[in-house]
């Protein structure tokens, strides 16, 4: 891949020498979208110029169908705001050059982004204050004012009531799609959740969609960038906060902040409480529903007959079928509490 995508940057660089690529590494996992790492150097104007890349391409197949220029137009929107992201270069929708279509942006060097190895020694007097900008950051994705962004031409804005139903059958379809066995606890789940609806969104904001720890790069001194916006759109806030709080995502130590501990314990109150001022009324109202909602559907689950597999849709745990899809439906219950 190398040679066409040496040729491609220098089209794109206006250079009339070449570029040589260096480094061209995949980095694992990615469930919508081939992520690609390297280094280019060349010459212009008598002068030495070297840049690190990121490379995001279209797979041959994917388990969760997203639009690389709607990934492409929410990057974009956060370029120059207070929410970190790294900076975008090219779009390229002709499968011509590579294979398939792709996306280049800036790598933003010398960060860590696996869950992991925040769990490492080197994070120790550093892993609250990350967890607390990892919150804080998501409350500043929630307020931009993405109506000033090239967002409205990628992605309709749902009416408030029917934010939580878009989402529900997006991913309801996925299951219907996919599945590979029956999924008893996760339709019975569906079923409740259209009978008990949660309440409408009281703002729509930018939801990054799959906010968690492993989708932000960092070092000691904080969160240097936000990344994976593949799943980005429209909607409730409360998505993001419903699916950072998954219990799937708890990583040994990281339990201590992703859940929202030490942050409940720094500020003396519930979770909610403190992300109040990011999220306003509609954390609130969502804190006071929890307790009621929960009884609501563990009871419905136990009267489908489900009985103890209920929990598994609650904590999503990584060894049931098709988890992304079942760790969907679990954060909508959590927004529906």
Not at 108 to 116: E, V, Y
Not at 218 to 236: F, K, N, Q, R, S
Not at 301 to 323: K, Q, S, V
């Amino acid at each position: 891949m190398e040679k066409p995508l040496a040729a491609y940057l220098a089209t794109k660089l206006g250079l009339e020498s070449d570029v040589c690529i260096t480094g061209l590494l995949r980095i694992p996992g990615g469930a919508s979208r081939e992520t690609w790492m390297f280094e280019a150097a060349w010459q212009q104007g008598g002068d030495a110029h070297s840049q690190e890349f990121v490379l995001r391409m279209d797979p041959p197949a994917s388990l969760v169908e997203s639009d690389r220029a709607v990934e492409y137009a929410f990057y974009e929107a956060f370029e120059g705001s207070d929410v970190p992201v790294p900076r975008m270069r090219w779009l390229e929708n002709d499968p011509a050059h590579l294979g398939a279509p792709f996306f280049i942006m800036d790598k933003i060097p010398g960060c860590d982004s696996s869950p992991r190895r925040i769990q490492e020694p080197a994070y120790n007097e550093s892993r609250a204050m990350l967890g607390r900008q990892m919150y804080e950051t998501l409350g500043r994705i929630h307020r931009r004012d993405w109506r000033a962004t090239g967002v409205t031409a990628v992605a309709e804005a749902p009416a408030p009531d029917a934010c939580w139903q878009r989402e529900l059958t997006y991913w309801e379809g996925m299951i219907d799609r996919n599945e590979l066995s029956p999924q008893p606890v996760a339709r019975a789940a569906i079923r409740w959740l259209r009978a008990n609806p949660p309440p409408p969104a009281q703002c729509v904001t930018v939801v990054h969609g799959d906010y968690r720890v492993g989708n932000f790069l960092y070092t000691p001194a904080g969160i240097a960038g936000v990344v994976d916006w593949e799943m980005a759109h429209l909607g409730d806030p409360l998505e993001d906060l419903a699916w950072g709080f998954m219990e799937y995502w708890e990583w040994g130590a990281l339990k201590q902040f992703e859940d929202g501990g030490v942050l409940i314990d720094e500020a003396g109150g519930s979770t909610i409480e403190l992300l109040g001022g990011h999220h306003g009324e509609a954390a609130r109202e969502a804190d006071g529903l929890v307790a009621e909602r929960r009884a609501d559907l563990w009871q419905h689950l136990r009267e489908e007959g489900c009985g103890d597999a209920a929990e598994d849709l609650r904590c999503a745990r990584p060894h049931a079928p098709r988890p992304r899809e079942r760790r969907r439906i679990s954060s909508c219950v959590l927004m529906s509490e």
